[in-house]
């Protein structure tokens, strides 16, 4: 175990250590002439030209980062784009047909409800895409078409590289559908390459610069009871993606929120102390909606939050309201939740190390959840 480890304590520690490998790897070998071409996939351009809807199950960090896929297939395959979570899918006879294609994102290939709601797709008579880690797994072998992620295996029980890995496969099927349907103008296409191409490294930063300050505000923060985590737009899948994952390595009451959805409830609980984290989007690359969360946090700081923004570098703005500033390198708004992510997923495993538990092997856990 320790030489599978590699060195590192954990292979939680491992894993998030190879954030930057899994985006690079599953770029790898799917852009051509300044374009995003997934050879998996081609052949079924008139099947992409031709549906009407596109849905995609998970199941709770997958479905995440389906979230964060939706907001990339919109905005450039300007096609509609349904989450839903595999298990609410398969039971509540959904409106699919051959004109929906029903993408299933899992890191396993293996976990059961997810499983059974792509065969309540197939039965409905639409076309499944699976977008997996683990090759010749379960699901990939029963859909259509398969686009699998080069993460490496995932061992530890919170998902991590897995889940930066199927945000960037959902970026490339996103263009590669937006270039087949002749949306996605080449600049664009060119542009997002190039971006997706500097993920890595600035990944990479955030592990060099940022990692030992992160694991010291979660070794002072190791008695909290409650965390919140809060964001707006491809920021909100990275709140509930913070929280889930500190509730489970180190069981913490933890809830994201919509930071919009503030006002509609949520913020009743906030109370001297009580510490929220906040995704901050860029001030250039989405101004209107940096101030929308700048007034979010002046809001909860007025009644005594503590609030830890995680924003980029050189975000002058947020300085004066929060308590502490995670820093993340600039990136195009859409690819933001990668880099946003990485602090939260270094933050939940600091916390549970201070805590002195099993970041592996959590309580109550499967890696994978083979029964429904
Ligand atoms: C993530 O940290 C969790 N352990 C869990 O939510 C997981 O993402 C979910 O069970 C789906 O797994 P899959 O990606 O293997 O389908």
């Known amino acids: ?26 770029v790898l070998g799917r852009t051509r002439d300044g374009q995003v071409v997934i050879p998996e996939l081609e052949g079924l351009d008139d099947l992409f030209r031709g549906i009407s809807r596109i849905v995609i199950v998970g199941a709770g960090t997958a479905a995440y980062s389906a979230f964060v896929g939706k907001y990339a297939i919109e905005q450039w395959a300007r096609i509609p784009v349904e989450v839903e979570l595999a ?12 004109d929906v294609l029903v993408v299933s994102i ?53 998902s991590t590289k897995a889940f930066v890995a199927q945000i960037t496969g ?9 270039r087949v349907r002749g949306t996605v103008p080449a600049e664009v296409q060119a542009e997002s390459i190039d971006e997706l191409n500097t993920l890595p490294e600035k990944i990479r930063w955030i592990l060099e610069n940022e990692q030992e300050h992160i694991e010291q505000l979660a070794h002072w ?13 491809v920021g909100y899948p990275i709140a509930l993606e913070g929280a889930l994952k500190l509730k489970e390595i180190s069981y913490i009451h933890a809830e994201g929120f919509a930071a919009g959805e503030l ?48 924003a980029e570098a050189g975000d002058a703005a947020v300085l ?20 946003a992510v990485v602090p939260l997923h270094i933050f939940a495993m600091g916390l549970a190390n201070a805590k002195g538990l099993d970041v592996d092997q959590p309580r109550n856990l499967a890696k994978s959840v083979t029964v429904e």
């Open 106 to 158: 899992s890191q396993s290939g293996e976990t059961m409800d997810t499983l059974m709601a792509v065969k309540e797709a197939t039965r409905l008579g639409a076309k499944t895409l699976s977008i997996c880690n683990t090759q010749g797994a379960t699901i990939p072998r029963e859909s259509d078409a398969v686009v699998y992620l080069h993460a490496g295996p995932e061992v530890a029980v919170a």
């Open 87 to 98: 298990h609410e899918f398969r039971y509540r006879s959904p409106l699919v047909g051959p």
């Open 320 to 339: 004066p309201f929060a308590d502490e500033v995670l820093r993340i390198p600039l990136a195009e708004p859409l690819f933001e939740p990668i880099l």
């Open 170 to 178: 959902l970026y490339l099927f996103a263009l590669h559908l937006g």
């Open 263 to 310: 006002k509609h409830g949520p913020i009743a609980l906030v109370e001297p102390g009580l510490p929220v984290f906040v995704v901050v989007p860029s001030p250039s690359g989405a101004p209107e909606l940096h101030s929308k969360v700048v007034s979010n946090i002046q809001e909860i700081r007025a009644r005594g939050a503590r609030v830890i923004a995680i």
């Open 1 to 26: 175990k320790a030489a599978e480890k590699g060195g590192w304590p954990s292979f939680m520690a491992k894993e998030i250590s190879e954030e930057p490998e899994a985006v690079a790897n599953t």
């Open 221 to 233: 923060m190791a008695d909290t009871r409650s965390v919140l985590f809060l964001g707006r737009h």
